[in-house]
């Protein structure tokens, strides 16, 4: 079943963005596809065949909605689509979060997110106004040295910090990729949409309407949107190695109470 989801509550909005990065979306073919974009033009102009049902209607709009762009009508490439964020994207967390990184793994997994956070954000942007490439480029090159710059220093500082063991330099490491993550993901939309805080957003009334321009609105959109990208990757880059971190310390006080065992049957066996 397919239904509406109000967008004027939370859960509404949440179930809502589920339904969009839906990945099996990922799987609709070409005919399928066409067939949808067909089925909505002619409801757009009131020929609908007999036996069409709302569900039907509302499924094509998932279908395109997930692989068209709405402003260019062009294809989204499957890798930057919403529906493709999470399956593609999860192989590239997963490097982000592999113990023991070298210098130069830790630069192709922090250089390999950004790019695709980058492609993504830019397929998936508003095309209604012309926007500059420069400011998608600036964006981009800011998020990636950032991100690098943030994980190799803090790296470097691990490495050479006398006061660390060899497990709490390894547990430290792990938590790396999320300050990394989180100050580049700042940088790119400072970056990307620093023009607003000089020229000011669009202000609209309850009906939608443009009511006029506003820098402090700006302001505060912009505040929000960077603590939100500051918030979103802590689940995915801060869960896994506290919980890897509680998993080894399980798993180290076995091995440890084991060795103990061991060496009192030793003990006893040498005293008899």
């Given at each position: 079943?397919?239904?509406?989801?109000?967008?004027?509550?939370?859960?509404?909005?949440?179930?809502?963005?589920?339904?969009?990065?839906?990945?099996?979306?990922?799987?609709?073919?070409?005919?399928?596809?066409?067939?949808?974009?067909?089925?909505?033009?002619?409801?757009?102009?009131?020929?609908?065949?007999?036996?069409?049902?709302?569900?039907?209607?509302?499924?094509?709009?998932?279908?395109?909605?997930?692989?068209?762009?709405?402003?260019?009508?062009?294809?989204?490439?499957?890798p930057f689509?919403?529906?493709?964020?999470?399956?593609?994207?999860?192989?590239?967390?997963?490097?982000?979060?592999?113990?023991?990184?070298?210098?130069?793994?830790?630069?192709?997994?922090?250089?390999?997110?950004?790019?695709?956070?980058?492609?993504?954000?830019?397929?998936?942007?508003?095309?209604?106004?012309?926007?500059?490439?420069?400011?998608?480029?600036?964006?981009?090159?800011?998020?990636?040295?950032?991100?690098?710059?943030?994980?190799?220093?803090?790296?470097?500082?691990?490495?050479?910090?006398?006061?660390?063991?060899?497990?709490?330099?390894?547990?430290?490491?792990?938590?790396?990729?999320?300050?990394?993550?989180?100050?580049?993901?700042?940088?790119n939309v400072?970056?990307?949409?620093?023009?607003?805080?000089?020229?000011?957003?669009?202000?609209?009334?309850?009906?939608?309407?443009?009511?006029?321009?506003?820098?402090?609105?700006?302001?505060?959109?912009?505040l929000e949107?960077?603590?939100?990208?500051?918030?979103?990757?802590?689940?995915?880059?801060?869960?896994?190695?506290?919980?890897?971190?509680?998993?080894?310390?399980?798993?180290?006080?076995?091995?440890?109470?084991?060795?103990?065992?061991?060496?009192?049957?030793?003990?006893?066996?040498?005293?008899?």
């Amino acid at each position: 079943m397919f239904f509406i989801f109000a967008q004027n509550t939370f859960f509404g909005r949440f179930r809502h963005f589920l339904d969009v990065i839906d990945p099996r979306t990922l799987f609709v073919s070409e005919n399928r596809l066409q067939e949808s974009i067909n089925l909505l033009k002619r409801f757009k102009e009131g020929t609908l065949p007999p036996g069409v049902t709302n569900e039907q209607l509302w499924k094509a709009q998932k279908i395109k909605q997930a692989i068209i762009h709405p402003d260019t009508g062009e294809k989204i490439l499957m890798p930057f689509r919403m529906s493709g964020f999470v399956p593609f994207g999860t192989p590239v967390v997963v490097g982000l979060l592999l113990p023991n990184q070298t210098l130069v793994s830790t630069i192709f997994w922090q250089w390999l997110n950004q790019s695709h956070n980058a492609c993504v954000n830019y397929s998936n942007r508003n095309a209604s106004q012309p926007n500059p490439t420069s400011a998608f480029v600036h964006g981009y090159l800011g998020a990636v040295t950032s991100a690098v710059s943030i994980a190799v220093g803090l790296n470097v500082l691990i490495q050479r910090a006398k006061g660390f063991s060899p497990t709490t330099r390894l547990l430290v490491q792990r938590f790396v990729p999320f300050p990394a993550v989180a100050s580049a993901n700042v940088c790119n939309v400072v970056l990307m949409r620093k023009s607003e805080l000089s020229e000011g957003i669009s202000v609209l009334d309850k009906s939608g309407n443009v009511v006029g321009t506003s820098k402090v609105a700006a302001k505060y959109a912009l505040l929000e949107t960077a603590l939100t990208r500051i918030v979103m990757p802590m689940p995915i880059l801060v869960l896994p190695p506290m919980i890897m971190a509680n998993l080894e310390k399980g798993k180290m006080g076995k091995v440890s109470c084991l060795k103990t065992q061991q060496q009192c049957v030793l003990d006893g066996h040498n005293a008899m």
